[in-house]
Nanobody, 124 residues
Framework: QVQLAESGGGLVQAGGSLRLSCAAA????????MSWYRQAPGKEREIVAS????????YYADSVKGRFTISRDNAKDTVYLQMNSLKPEDTAVYYC?????????????????WGQGTQVTVAS
């Protein structure tokens, strides 16, 4: 069955960095666009970044442009999110998701599988 497992979250000081990983299993990873979403307490889930199956196309939310980098290794069935210059407002649970339908990256109805999430806390 399809599985997505995030790791790499934790507590970091503002200005610091973290690298999240999402290990995929149970499907042909190299044929799917993958995304990272996040959800902060009391807020709706929001798109962070997306990467096409070949890594030829990426998308970033305005709030993370220039600070976060999404990448993937299709040989390892893993998608990454490198987060630099972290801010307290980046505090959230971060989820990876598989995009099954074409269209807007920021419509979560275009995703069919989600990981369990990993907590990122940025202290001021």
């Amino acid at each position: 069955q399809v599985q997505l497992a995030e790791s790499g979250g934790g507590l970091v000081q503002a200005g610091g960095s973290l690298r999240l990983s999402c290990a995929a299993a149970g499907f042909t990873f190299s044929t799917y666009t993958m995304s990272w979403y996040r959800q902060a307490p009391g807020k709706e889930r929001e798109i962070v970044a997306s990467i096409s199956w070949s890594a030829g196309r990426t998308y970033y939310a305005d709030s993370v442009k220039g600070r976060f980098t999404i990448s993937r290794d299709n040989a390892k069935d893993t998608v990454y999110l490198q987060m630099n210059s972290l801010k307290p407002e980046d505090t959230a649970v971060y989820y990876c998701a598989r995009m099954y339908a074409s269209g807007h990256y920021d419509r979560d109805t275009n995703y069919d599988y989600w990981g369990q999430g990993t907590q990122v806390t940025v202290a001021s």
